[in-house]
T-cell receptor
Framework: DAMVIQNPRYQVTQFGKPVTLSCSQT?????MYWYQQKSSQAPKLLFH???????NEADTPDNFQSRRPNTSFCFLDIRSPGLGDAAMYLC??????????????FGPGTRLTVL | KNEVEQSPQNLTAQEGEFITINCSYS?????LHWLQQHPGGGIVSLFM???GKKKHGRLIATINIQEKHSSLHITASHPRDSAVYIC?????????????FGEGTQLTVNP
């Protein structure tokens, strides 16, 4: 059974047209992460939520926003996508409990194309 | 210099060969992950290590905390093992754990 679900798997948008990517989890994990991965590069953390506490990385562009309306769902909003935002976007979760339980579980990713 | 360095970047092997991928890191960590990413993008966690050695099927992962080094071994490699293998180190903070990723090793196993 899928534990971290991302929708859609493939998203095409136009330059400057807002887009929202969705992540949901059935693990009841406290922490949810959004990563951006460009071709042949390592994933780059954009931000994460610890419960409702939002933690933005210093170099994440203002163009990227996130919402977490409840434990299960987290959204990535790209307000005005540019060509450079075309990438795979990965959602991950972890329990936030003591260290030994803090494995991250990844979703299948959403591949974003910007035309 | 990246905090997590993997070698080699690319590796081509023949089916059946023994494969080793190395990972070195320069920061204090609480755990190290080996991840597998197939074309199409989804990441699967293979191992999470904080000491010693773990084995799962044909995969073996080791870590030496003192030397800040880990290796992933694949025995009797198969074409379906072809994927990108990523080493990621985990550090704990007040707002939860965070991963720092290596650049990945592209493995191709030819029949």
């Amino acid at each position: 059974d899928a534990m971290v679900i991302q929708n859609p798997r493939y998203q095409v948008t136009q330059f400057g047209k807002p887009v929202t990517l969705s992540c949901s989890q059935t693990l009841n994990h406290n922490v949810m992460y959004w990563y951006q991965q460009k071709s042949s590069q390592a994933p780059k953390l954009l931000f994460h939520y610890y419960d409702k506490d939002f933690n933005n990385e210093a170099d994440t562009p203002d163009n990227f926003q996130s919402r977490r309306p409840n434990t299960s769902f987290c959204f990535l909003d790209i307000r005005s996508p540019g060509l450079g935002d075309a990438a795979m976007y990965l959602c991950a979760t972890s329990s936030g409990l003591p260290i030994s339980y803090n494995e991250q579980f990844f979703g299948p990713g959403t591949r974003l194309t910007v035309l | 210099k990246n905090e997590v360095e993997q070698s080699p970047q690319n590796l081509t092997a023949q089916e059946g060969e023994f494969i080793t991928i190395n990972c070195s890191y320069s920061v204090g960590i609480s755990a190290l992950h080996w991840l597998q990413q197939h074309p199409g993008g989804g990441i699967v966690s293979l191992f999470m290590l904080s000491s010693g050695k773990k084995k799962h099927g044909r995969l073996i992962a080791t870590i030496n905390i003192q030397e800040k080094h880990s290796s992933l071994h694949i025995t009797a490699s198969h074409p379906r093992d072809s994927a990108v293998y990523i080493c990621a180190v985990r550090r704990e903070g007040a707002s939860g754990s965070r991963l720092t990723f290596g650049e990945g090793t592209q493995l191709t196993v030819n029949p």
